[in-house]
């Protein structure tokens, strides 16, 4: 094989490589594209338009006024908001309080800590018993039974233990000297030292309190406490348009009854998904990041 | 010399001026030292361990119901493994456990070696710019809920207005409802599947590549290897370990057929096609009420899943000394 002959082929090896990936990139991102193009089209050209297009077909806010105008979105807006935004903060300070103790090697009893908590993981006793639970606890209809559960993860708790142990021990027992208590240490020495590790877990928890429609929708029997995602659910998956469009959003806005259910359903979706697109940039900094060095140490 | 005669030694020689060794502190006082120095840390744990037992422990106290029959008023009375043989009894169950077994292999085979090749295939990307573009872009779909996913591929699969069906069309093929068809839905299933999740898991495989020696291309180069016989003879073998790993620990999560994903591409159609037991614990459970069967379904799941990830971490373990645990 000659030089040039494999250099042209090494060009093409290379093009195969890259237009299947960017194709990968337009499978998984094409569809997202489609439905924020519906949701800004002008309503009477939704019909005619193409799973295909990426670019809004007139330009009209409708969806999106409507959506946000109705009460039961609102409502899902502001309960996703307080499920996440609690859940998180305490997810992540309970989390890192075990995390720090059991990453004391010579703490009385951490063997059988460990083996309490890693038993979690491997047996799941699953979906009625976990009800009974909260139904005895008096959790039912309350955001707690959907905040509390999953308060310390596990899998999370796992990985913060592992990033605490590699705070040398020389920084903790200088603190310890300097007359610190257990609080301080952790709150002073060892969480700045692993802020990229918190910052980690803060996010996986945040889109999971996002992304959790299943507990909301059994334990939340008063629709006015449904997050965004089991709204989207009933509007979406369940096709409950009635309330999607909202009498009062019929009556007060003259052309609701003439915007198409894909435009809503798409704007619906998007709605959706924002939160997510909004925290993506932190998403990948830090995740990838952090999976890296994980999947590295293994 | 053996233990005992080191201590009998030892006891020899201190004979008369025996020091208080930390042995002969009463339990109850180095006990209670302990407890002295390590309060701070028992006390941070204790909300953690309260949730672990609330959460985790009591739920599986509750099980007991599915030795007994529910009773809404007074005790409920111990019947043994009545609900079990009902079960077992049942075509419905062995539908719906059939299903969870041929979905979980079905993305064994079809979804889990997507994510190696599109590791590969990223790491011979050579622009560094490129190559984060096409990752941020394939990362993506990871963060989404399966309520949004099921929107997206109800929105594309549709048969009047989706983007499958207008390619399908264009190419001369009858428009499909791939949503509501029994022949398709399993499909459906295993691509969103795909789509959902082979992007961030190579991320894994990706991350496996990076910490390749470089100096084994190097010396492939040397040797005259193109670029498929490095990846055949350095990248593959450099991965084998990650692959195996990921490989086992999938297998330990073979009942776990995916409820979320399943919950929310059901529809009455094709719901024999695809019901695995978590979605008929729920149905039969929290929709018909029926809890003891509901819960015996998912205790049977949670046997068989308990076994499989334990000897999964155990092969995995032995096999690459890595293991979660």
Not at chain 1, 95 to 105: G, K, N, V
Not at chain 2, 97 to 118: D, E, H, Q, R
Not at chain 2, 210 to 230: T, V
């Amino acid at each position: 094989m000659t030089r040039a002959n494999s250099t042209r082929f090494e060009r093409l090896e290379q093009t195969i490589i890259v237009s299947s990936l960017l194709l990968m990139v337009v499978v998984t991102v094409q569809p997202i594209l489609n439905l924020l193009a519906i949701s800004f089209s002008d309503s009477a050209q939704v019909p005619g338009m193409s799973g295909l297009a990426v670019v809004p077909r007139g330009f009209s806010l409708d969806v999106w006024t409507l959506l946000i105008a109705n009460p039961e979105v609102q409502r899902g807006l502001l309960n996703s908001l307080f499920i996440t935004i609690t859940g998180t903060i305490l997810n992540v300070t309970f989390t890192a309080l075990m995390a720090w103790a059991l990453s004391r090697p010579r703490l009385p009893g951490r063997r059988i800590l460990f083996v309490f908590v890693l038993a979690t993981i491997v047996f799941e006793p699953g979906l009625i018993p976990d009800y009974f639970v909260v139904r005895e606890l008096g959790l039912l209809n309350t955001y707690w039974a959907v905040i509390l559960y999953k308060l310390v993860n596990a899998w999370y708790l796992i990985i913060l233990i592992r990033f605490f142990e590699e705070v040398p021990g020389e920084l903790l027992e200088a603190a310890e000297l300097d007359g610190a208590n257990a609080f301080q240490t952790l709150w002073k020495v060892v969480l700045p030292l692993t802020m990229p590790a918190l910052a980690t877990i803060t996010l996986f928890y945040l889109v999971y309190h996002w992304n959790e429609f299943l507990r909301p929708m059994i334990y939340l029997n008063d629709s006015s406490m449904h997050p965004l995602q089991v709204v989207l659910r009933k509007f979406v998956l369940d096709g409950d348009k009635s309330s999607m469009v909202g009498l009062a959003a019929m009556s007060n806005y003259q052309g609701a009854a003439q915007i198409s259910t894909r435009a809503l359903n798409a704007g619906m979706i998007m709605l959706t998904i924002l939160p997510i697109l909004a925290v993506y940039p932190l998403i990948l900094k830090f995740f990838t990041k952090g999976t890296m060095s994980g999947a590295l140490k293994g | 010399m053996s233990l005992d005669e080191k201590q009998l030694a030892s006891t020899v020689s201190n004979f008369g001026n025996v020091p208080k060794s930390a042995k002969r502190v009463p339990w109850r006082i180095a006990f209670g030292l302990k407890l002295r120095a390590w309060w701070p840390y028992y006390a941070m744990m204790t909300p953690g361990i309260i949730y672990f037992l609330v959460f985790h422990y009591f739920p599986i106290y509750q099980a007991k119901l599915a030795f007994e029959d529910f009773r809404i008023f007074g005790d409920n009375l111990f019947v043994g493994f009545k609900h079990f043989d009902t079960l077992f009894d049942s075509p419905a169950f062995f539908q719906v456990l059939a299903n969870t077994l041929i979905i979980s292999a079905m993305k064994m085979v079809f979804v889990f070696p997507v994510p190696i090749f599109i590791a590969l295939f990223i790491n011979e990307v050579r622009s560094t710019n490129l190559r984060r573009f096409i990752q941020s872009a394939i990362y993506l779909p990871h963060f989404l809920s399966w309520v949004v996913i099921a929107g997206i591929f109800i929105a594309a699969l549709s048969p009047s207005s989706g983007v499958v069906n207008d390619i399908g069309q264009a190419l001369g093929f009858a428009p499909r409802s791939f949503m509501t068809e029994s022949g398709s839905i399993r499909w459906v299933v295993v691509f969103s599947e795909m789509w959902r999740t082979a992007g961030w898991d190579s991320l894994l495989y990706f991350a496996a590549i990076m910490a390749i020696d470089p100096q084994l291309y190097d010396a492939a180069e040397m040797d005259g290897a193109n670029r498929w016989q490095k990846i055949v003879h350095v990248t593959l073998p450099g991965i084998t370990p990650t692959i195996a790993t990921l490989f086992i620990l999938n297998v330990g999560l073979f009942m776990n057929a995916g409820f979320d994903q399943i919950f929310n591409l059901s529809n009455d159609a094709i719901r024999d096609q695809i019901d695995i037991i978590d979605t008929y614990v729920y149905r039969i459970g929290l929709q018909s009420g029926q809890f003891s069967l509901a819960t015996a379904a998912g205790l049977f799941k949670g046997v068989i899943g308990m076994v499989l990830i334990v000897a999964a971490h155990t092969i995995s373990k032995r096999l690459t000394g890595k293991g979660v645990w």
